[in-house]
């Protein structure tokens, strides 16, 4: 099992960030700063509280003076981008962290701040509140940093702006009405880096689950235009085509209505272990004598709480097959354990999903762990 995050924030982890602190802020009280993290409640911390932890202590030992504290902030941060010249540190976001919640009111020296940390530590998170409260005037920054020679300065731009960016600060109004995000998502279309595309087609996703009508829009006029963009609107249109959406299905060239037989689902692993994974198989026959592209997906119907089901659709392919031609498949989903999702024992679904469209639900039991 893999180690959790939290530990990421290690005494060994303390004692090399306040090194470099100190360099900058030589009266940096080390001890003091060591003691107010690692306390007796410390231990009992998950990552999201530590991270924030980190924050209180930080401003305990710093001055109160916002404008003084950035420059010893946006200091250290020069220093460790030198030691680490190509690395996204995500344990130093409560840098970010520090500057959502004590630099929201100084709008200049916070976003300026924010320029600098994202380069390092990303501010994806602390840009949201900046949003909230300044509106127009944080979107004309955003804007502009989509224009920075920095790809890191750039992916904020569009990812502190998704609509829905997971473990985030919800933004109604951009929900509501993204119009103040496209001009970002068109100056990043083409951006040289696939980490910033990756952010314009994760974005474009989100504004599709409330208003997938724009999306569709979007999609047909970069499509076409460049590998690149094909890439971007196809990843961004990904909950249309999991929605079985006929427009976006006919747009990527894969038919609505297609005609194919699809053997009933038969389910290897009845009895699953919290732990194990569920095995199941199927075959798909092309009836036609012509070629079809056939998306191939399944959704899981995992057991809450309240005895309800909550269905996910997972991707298996996308693929051509010949006329008269025949795909016998094979799938194991595993349901080992995850920070994201809690597993509950009883009964599960399983269904196979073929252009958008339904078919075929199997059922399956899944185990509490012995």
Known sequence: MATPLKY??????????????????????????????????????????????ITFALHEV???????????????????LVKHPSTMSFEYM????????????????????????????????????FIVKYGDKMMDQMLAWSLHQDNRVRRLASEGSRPRLPWAM????????????LPILENLKHDPSEFVRRSVANNLNDIAKDNPGLV??????????????????KHGCRTLLKQGNTEVLELFGISSTPV????????????????GGLEFSFTLTNITPSEQTLRLE??????LKNGHHSKKVFKISERKIAG??????????????ITTRTFYSGLHKVSLIVNGEERHIGEFELLAPT
Not at 170 to 181: F, M, R, V, W, Y
Not at 298 to 303: D, G, R
């Open 298 to 303: 399944y959704a899981i119907y995992y057991l």
């Open 170 to 181: 919800a933004l109604p109004e951009l929900k509501k009405d993204p119009s103040a995000i």
């Open 8 to 53: 990421l924030y290690s005494e060994k982890f303390t004692n090399e960030f306040t090194e470099v602190i100190s360099q900058v802020f030589p009266s940096f009280p080390k001890a003091r700063f060591f003691g107010l993290i690692h306390d007796e409640e410390w231990g009992g911390k998950e990552l999201k509280q530590r991270m924030k932890h």
């Open 62 to 80: 710093l001055p109160k003076n916002f404008q003084e504290t950035a420059k010893i902030i946006g200091r250290t941060v020069e220093k460790l």
């Open 260 to 275: 194919f037989d699809l053997e009933a689902l038969e389910i290897h692993s009845p009895q699953v272990s919290v732990g």
């Open 216 to 233: 569709i829009a979007i999609a047909k006029k970069w499509k076409g235009k460049t590998k690149d963009t094909d890439a971007i609107v």
């Open 324 to 337: 008269n031609g025949q795909v016998d498949m094979l799938k194991k989903h595993s349901f080992r354990s």
């Open 94 to 129: 409560f840098l970010a962290d520090y500057i959502e919640t004590y630099g929201i009111d100084d709008f200049d020296t916070s976003t300026k701040l924010m320029e600098l940390v994202t380069q390092f530590a990303s501010c994806e998170f602390a840009v949201r509140p």
